[in-house]
């Protein structure tokens, strides 16, 4: 089992960065395929992107390409989205997600998660 905690997230203004990281629990972190989700009010939550356990394949939603960023130091058992040019419509809960299979789309079938960290960008 492994437990997920974020950090990083906060308000900034459109156009700034942040960096969330996602510290996880346990020896076996490097095991575990790693992903960001999103979830606003009223809305499903949102693949962002994922990173495989070696941090040898990653992969984005289209809204975020070239402006976010996964990765992971496994060594420090955390991972992290490095989030650019951030508009007013990336605002949301940020989830960590873990899983020792492939993370995709589906998060219902993700098995572990952080409880979350609010981003909100301002216009």
């Known amino acids: 089992q492994v437990q997920l905690v974020e950090s990083g997230g906060g308000l900034v203004q459109a156009g700034g960065s942040l960096r969330l990281s996602c510290a996880a629990s346990g020896r076996t972190f490097s095991m575990y395929a790693m992903g960001w989700f999103r979830r606003v009010p009223g809305k499903e939550r949102e693949f962002v992107a994922t990173i495989s356990s070696s941090g040898a394949r990653t992969s984005y939603t289209d809204s975020v390409k070239g402006r976010f960023t996964i990765s992971r130091d496994n060594a420090k058992n955390t991972a992290y989205l490095q989030m650019n040019s951030l508009r007013p419509e990336d605002t949301a809960v940020y989830y960590c997600?873990?899983?020792?299979?492939?993370?995709?789309?589906?998060?219902?079938?993700?098995?572990?998660w952080g409880q979350g960290t609010q981003v909100t960008v301002s216009s």
């Open positions: 997600a873990a899983d020792l299979g492939y993370i995709g789309s589906n998060w219902r079938v993700v098995d572990y």
